[in-house]
């Protein structure tokens, strides 16, 4: 019998849906994903496989892998536990980050090993009210000095550990299409030669990955062409899926021996019970959920397009049988959204 992975599940609660927070979070929390980021992104990473990587990632985390059933073998693809996603610093206010967690650059041995603090953020759109590399800087800034009485104490500056923050951006506009750029810390002598390791002084990136679907052809095999097809609304699930296994190596499904079968089905019996007795009550929640978002996507894209607002609020109108006063409310409401 085959189970399909965490990720594979994910996807399919996802749906269209992909590219909203509450979903985007988890799918990009997944250590199979994660892996891909990481290789395509951080120079110390490109030599290794998205296998190797994963077990660098949260080495020491057990929470996140235990087995989904009794003798079920470790996956790749568990989700995260994460650092914790708020950052509170008296006098400074709070930070809410999307995703943070830490990873380890293999060395020779122990002491070799290499430490990064990592934060991933999900932008749905490449345009918004600051710019996202100033946004990237001030994050890191956070996470580097929130290392003080953690990662070291008094003077201990040489343990400072790197940080990135790696902003993924969806929906770029065509002229800039799929790109991606970092910005670092550099060394420039000005007068004669100062000698510093580039350690030292290299401890803070800001990484911009942006996407655009409809630009993805000559992207396969790519970290883009991987995130297009992840993070698509457009493409069919099987479709993506099956993409996904074969351009990309992702894991979607694995073996079960037959007494773990046995137990899995067991457990999927009771769970499916337990689903059908609330499936009244959540099928009209659901309705009204399905409504929102379909209402915030024809409001989001249409401001993209620069479309009027008196003409998007009669669109809303006549395809969500919505009066005038609610079309509008709806605006207001979904304006702002990232």
Not at 78 to 91: A, C, D
Not at 252 to 261: F, T
């Amino acid at each position: 019998m085959k189970r399909k992975t965490w990720i594979s599940r994910e996807l399919d609660t996802a749906g269209i849906m992909v590219q909203y927070d509450e979903h985007v979070k988890r799918i990009l929390g997944s250590r199979q994903v994660l892996a891909r980021i990481l290789k395509g992104t951080i120079e110390g990473y490109h030599s290794y496989s998205p296998e190797e990587i994963t077990l660098w990632i949260e080495p020491d985390i057990e929470i996140a892998s235990v087995p989904l059933c009794p003798g079920e073998e470790k996956m790749d693809d568990r989700l995260i536990n994460g650092e914790n996603t708020e950052s509170k610093v008296p006098g400074e206010g709070t930070i809410t980050y999307d995703i943070r967690f830490r990873a380890f650059l293999p060395g020779k041995n122990k002491k070799t090993e290499i430490k990064l603090l990592i934060n991933v953020e999900a932008q749905k759109k490449f345009y918004v009210k600051y710019r996202i590399v100033t946004r990237g800087i001030f994050y890191g800034a956070r996470m580097l000095s929130e290392q003080l009485d953690r990662e070291f104490s008094n003077s201990e500056y040489d343990k400072l550990k790197k940080v990135y923050s790696i902003f993924i951006c969806m929906n770029a506009p065509m002229h800039i299409g799929n790109a991606m750029a970092e910005y670092r810390i550099t060394k420039e002598d000005i007068i004669g030669n100062i000698p510093e390791p580039r350690k030292s002084y290299d401890k803070l990136s800001v990484i911009i990955i942006c996407l655009n679907e409809k630009l993805k052809k000559g992207t396969e095999g790519t970290l883009h062409g991987f995130l297009n097809t992840l993070l698509s609304p457009e493409m069919d699930r099987k479709e993506k899926e099956e993409s996904l296994v074969r351009d990309y190596g992702m894991k979607m499904e694995y073996e079960l021996g037959e007494e773990l079968s046995e137990m899995c089905n067991l457990s999927e019996a009771i769970e499916e019970k337990a689903m059908k007795r609330g499936k009244i009550q959540g099928l009209n929640e659901g309705i009204q959920q399905g409504i929102q978002q379909g209402i915030q996507i024809l409001i989001e894209d249409n401001l993209e397009e620069k479309i009027p607002e008196d003409r998007i609020i009669e669109k809303l109108q006549k395809k969500f049988k919505l009066n005038k006063e609610e079309a509008v409310k709806y605006l207001e409401k979904f304006r702002g959204d990232k």
